[in-house]
């Protein structure tokens, strides 16, 4: 599908010289679904130990990126480059955490049964059943469901369920999460720990995060932002230059205003004015 070129980054040839190569760099980046093209020739790099927040409104196209990063997504052209591998690569599988908006877990089974099963898919066999048991209790405190590790799934809230999905996707420690939506319905509080503990895994972890979000609000909490709309990327840059860039004091605002910057050029805004 997608192959890297010589001399781009991310290539073998690459590795290692100036900084580190990208966790993710897309060039071109097409993606047709039924009959529409979703996303228009996508340019954007994720650099290592980050957290990204991809914004835009709903159906702008953000899962659709996501499910390309993570691989699970068909027709995909263009160049996309994933932690030095071409996209959907198997060698990639263990590497990526990818937590959907629709949790995945077993209602029938209790919180630890769930990352109990998972964990024996991960490390199988008797050998690993302390580093199965020191996952899953570390997974579970990470996301703070120790007091219902052995509440059956199916009575958790909507939000505890996502942070049992989180916490299957931290079981294999990964180099890169692709977190769609992971707070909503969450209060405050919870939400406010969630991105601690995203800062935590990028600082201590080195892990690079992709996090959507339709709150502008938490994208203040991001090193950097991919604003989206219409399947094009409106800006990338960090919260900061957003608002300087557009002289306006928040990132909603500073999306609002390149929307409006947009709409009166006639063009999209990365398209060269004339
Ligand atoms: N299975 C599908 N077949 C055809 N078109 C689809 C399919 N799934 C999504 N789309 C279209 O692709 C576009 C992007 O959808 P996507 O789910 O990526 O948006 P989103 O930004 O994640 O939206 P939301 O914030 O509501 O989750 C939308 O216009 C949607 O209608």
Excluded at 28 to 46: E, K, N
Excluded at 84 to 113: E, F, K, M, N
Excluded at 131 to 139: E, K, N, P
Excluded at 177 to 187: I, K, N, R, S
Aim: hydrophobic share 40%.
């Amino acid at each position: 599908m997608m192959n890297n070129k010589p001399g781009e980054p991310g290539a073998p040839g690459n590795l290692g010289r100036d900084r580190p190569p990208p966790a993710v760099q897309a060039r071109d980046l097409t993606v047709v679904r039924g009959d529409r093209t979703v996303l228009t020739t996508l340019d954007f790099t994720l650099r290592p130990g980050t957290i990204t927040g991809l914004l835009g409104p709903s159906g702008c196209g953000k899962t659709t990126l996501m499910r390309a990063v993570a691989g699970t997504q068909a027709k995909v052209t263009g160049t996309l480059t994933v932690l030095g591998h071409p996209a959907g690569s198997p060698a990639l599988r263990p590497r990526i955490g990818y937590v959907t908006q629709a949790p995945s877990v077993y209602t029938d089974l209790t919180v630890r049964q769930n990352l109990d099963y998972f964990a024996a898919v991960l490390h199988p066999g008797r050998t690993h059943r302390d580093t199965r048991r020191a996952a899953v209790t570390r997974a579970i405190e990470e996301v703070d469901l120790t007091t219902h590790a052995d509440v059956l799934a199916a009575a958790l809230s909507g939000g505890q369920r996502s942070r049992v999905s989180l916490a299957v996707a931290l079981l294999s420690t990964p180099d890169l999460l692709v977190l769609d939506e992971p707070t909503v319905g969450l209060d405050p509080v919870l939400r406010r720990d969630l991105w601690d503990l995203f800062h935590r895994l990028a600082a201590d972890r080195g892990a690079t995060l992709l996090i959507s979000s339709h709150v502008m609000d938490e994208a203040e909490r991001c090193h950097r932002l991919l604003l989206m709309r219409e399947g094009r990327i409106l800006a990338e840059d960090t919260p900061e230059a957003l608002r300087t860039r557009t002289g306006t004091a928040t990132v909603e605002q500073a999306f609002l205003h390149l929307v409006d910057e947009a709409a009166a050029r006639g063009t999209h805004p990365e398209e060269p004015t004339p």
